[in-house]
């Protein structure tokens, strides 16, 4: 590892380098803009944040849109997202917030362009939320929401590729919180919260059937998962009572029938950001685990705070 650290010096002075160029030209939209990102790469559970924050908006008498990178999306870009649209041409985050949100969505490598399609086609949208963009920093922000993962943390503290930092852990604590997923808050600081992933049922993604997690203990069962931290699905899953034969894929993995022929008979468990790419590839075998962020009372209502105190524009 020692190694890679002088590469580790120059991915940082390069990316920092980039991040003054584009605060310093950076634009602002005509509504307040939220980004839940992190610092570390793979899977910390942005994307069910994200989900949580915009029903909290909606209580708050808010009309929210959605902003995604649409990574592994085949565009064209900037794209519009509604519920019918395909994973492969938005991605998969984006097309899974658009199912499970029903408010407008936009996705885009540049967020700007996202976002200015999205308030062009949706008038009354008055707060966008950006699903990860933590660096994209060509956009201005109001707020700022860094989600770590509790049983990784910051690895080792060196940016990448000698560690799994994007940036210094010392960014996290410039957002006006942490999100930990999983894990006590209390080492991350005094402006650390906790939240759990909470998945107590799968939906068969053909018959819409639903069944309890439960169910699926007393017989052969797979699982799959082509995201950030697959085994964190999969402790899921066996903490649940299951004892799955399991396949991690690559994040954003774009699925083939021939990758559930492991499974032969048995069905198969995934998460909702597969099972968006997975519609019609094995018949009434796949079944979806969708997830909800759970906050503690306290920790919900400061984020609920903070979301309550972002500017409401004029009307445009």
Not at 125 to 152: F, K, S, T, W
């Given at each position: 590892?020692?190694?890679?650290?002088?590469?580790?010096?120059?991915?940082?002075?390069?990316?920092?380098?980039?991040?003054?160029?584009?605060?310093?030209?950076?634009?602002?939209?005509?509504?307040?803009?939220?980004?839940?990102?992190?610092?570390?790469?793979?899977?910390?559970?942005?994307?069910?944040?994200?989900?949580?924050?915009?029903?909290?908006?909606?209580?708050?008498?808010?009309?929210?849109g959605v902003l995604s990178r649409g990574y592994g999306g085949r565009g064209p870009f900037p794209c519009l997202v509604d519920r019918d649209m395909r994973a492969v041409r938005c991605?998969?985050?984006?097309?899974?917030?658009?199912?499970?949100?029903?408010?407008?969505?936009?996705?885009?490598?540049?967020?700007?362009?996202?976002?200015?399609?999205?308030?062009?086609?949706?008038?009354?949208?008055?707060?966008?939320?950006?699903?990860?963009?933590?660096?994209?920093?060509?956009?201005?922000?109001?707020?700022?929401?860094?989600?770590?993962d509790g049983a990784r943390?910051?690895?080792?503290?060196?940016?990448?590729?000698?560690?799994?930092?994007?940036?210094?852990a010392s960014r996290a604590h410039e957002c006006a919180v942490q999100l930990v997923n999983g894990a006590d808050a209390a080492p991350y600081g005094p402006h650390a919260l906790r939240f759990d992933l909470r998945g107590e049922c799968a939906q068969n993604l053909d018959s819409a059937e639903r069944r309890s997690l439960e169910s699926f203990a007393d017989a052969p069962v797979c699982a799959v998962a082509g995201i950030g931290h697959p085994e964190r699905f999969f402790t899921a899953l066996r903490q649940?009572?299951?004892?799955?034969?399991?396949?991690?894929?690559?994040?954003?993995?774009?699925?083939?029938?021939r990758d559930f022929a492991f499974a032969g008979d048995a069905p198969v468990l995934m998460t909702e950001k597969d099972a968006v790419k997975c519609e019609g590839l094995a018949p009434g075998k796949l079944w979806m685990v969708p997830v909800d962020a759970r906050f503690a009372p306290a920790a919900a209502a400061r984020v609920v705070e903070l979301l309550d105190r972002l500017p409401r524009p004029r009307a445009r």
């Amino acid at each position: 590892m020692a190694v890679l650290r002088p590469l580790a010096c120059a991915y940082g002075a390069v990316a920092d380098a980039r991040a003054r160029r584009q605060r310093d030209a950076a634009e602002s939209l005509p509504v307040p803009v939220v980004v839940v990102g992190n610092v570390a790469v793979g899977g910390t559970g942005k994307t069910p944040c994200v989900i949580w924050m915009v029903g909290e908006l909606r209580k708050l008498g808010r009309e929210p849109g959605v902003l995604s990178r649409g990574y592994g999306g085949r565009g064209p870009f900037p794209c519009l997202v509604d519920r019918d649209m395909r994973a492969v041409r938005c991605g998969d985050e984006a097309a899974l917030i658009a199912r499970r949100c029903g408010v407008p969505v936009a996705c885009a490598p540049d967020r700007v362009l996202a976002g200015r399609a999205l308030l062009a086609a949706h008038r009354d949208v008055d707060v966008l939320v950006c699903d990860d963009g933590l660096q994209h920093y060509r956009l201005r922000r109001d707020l700022e929401l860094c989600v770590v993962d509790g049983a990784r943390g910051f690895g080792n503290g060196w940016r990448l590729p000698a560690g799994p930092l994007r940036e210094p852990a010392s960014r996290a604590h410039e957002c006006a919180v942490q999100l930990v997923n999983g894990a006590d808050a209390a080492p991350y600081g005094p402006h650390a919260l906790r939240f759990d992933l909470r998945g107590e049922c799968a939906q068969n993604l053909d018959s819409a059937e639903r069944r309890s997690l439960e169910s699926f203990a007393d017989a052969p069962v797979c699982a799959v998962a082509g995201i950030g931290h697959p085994e964190r699905f999969f402790t899921a899953l066996r903490q649940a009572g299951l004892r799955p034969r399991v396949r991690a894929f690559a994040d954003h993995h774009r699925y083939r029938a021939r990758d559930f022929a492991f499974a032969g008979d048995a069905p198969v468990l995934m998460t909702e950001k597969d099972a968006v790419k997975c519609e019609g590839l094995a018949p009434g075998k796949l079944w979806m685990v969708p997830v909800d962020a759970r906050f503690a009372p306290a920790a919900a209502a400061r984020v609920v705070e903070l979301l309550d105190r972002l500017p409401r524009p004029r009307a445009r």
